[in-house]
């Protein structure tokens, strides 16, 4: 990314390379954008990160980007500007910070990021059973038992489920909360342990159809 100064403020920011033009018209191709010092004649300089950009976005109340000009090092900086989403439920409040009721007149209530990630454990974990349910409803109609492979995978979807909401429950701070969605990586970048969420058992080997 690139931007234009002009009067040391920010006028434009390039996302992509475009065609510009200089004071007498003539035109130039994309491919200036490959020159950083031809392009220092047009006042357009490069964008380089001040931090970076939050890996989960599902935790924050969105993701914005603000850009400074550094004058002393003719860079544009751009940073991310992240708010975290509260832990813990909260009571939906109005303009004038009164409760918000529904119809009803219960409190309408904003989930925090514990019940979230932990309605979607949930769904994970209610997805991946239904894949086997045909032998739980063959034995309520039938009697045949379940097959031991079957059963013993479902029970492997369920304690991790388990221990993937214990784990939500017990983290006290928003730094804890992102551990459980980063895995352990080793020097070349490969997974050494997998994140703590989501990590469901595989459908084992001799599954019966």
């Not at 004071?23 to 990160?49: H, M």
């Not at 992102?178 to 595989?202: C, Q, R």
Request: proline share 4%; net charge neutral.
């Amino acid at each position: 990314m690139w931007g234009k100064i002009e009067n040391k403020k920010i006028t434009k920011i390039y996302k992509y390379p475009e065609i510009i033009r200089d004071a007498n018209g003539t035109q130039y191709p994309k491919s200036i954008f490959q020159n950083s010092k031809r392009l220092e004649d047009f006042y357009i300089y490069s964008v380089i990160n001040k931090n970076t950009m939050p890996v989960h976005a599902e935790l924050y109340n969105g993701i914005s980007e603000s850009y400074v000009w550094n004058d002393k090092d003719k860079k544009i900086e751009r940073t991310y500007n992240a708010v975290a989403k509260n832990l813990d439920d909260t009571n939906a409040k109005d303009e004038d910070g009164k409760d918000l009721k529904d119809k009803d007149g219960k409190q309408i209530i904003n989930f925090g990021l514990k019940t979230t990630l932990k309605n979607k454990v949930r769904e994970i974990q209610s997805s991946l059973l239904s894949n086997t349910d045909k032998w739980i409803i063959r034995k309520a109609d039938t009697d045949d038992a379940i097959p031991t492979t079957v059963g013993t995978y479902r029970k492997g979807i369920r304690d991790s489920a388990t221990a993937m909401e214990t784990a939500i429950t017990n983290a006290k701070t928003f730094d804890a909360i992102v551990s459980l969605l980063t895995p352990e990586t080793n020097k070349d970048g490969t997974i050494k342990t997998p994140a703590t969420l989501y990590n469901f058992p595989e459908e084992p080997d001799g599954m019966p159809s």
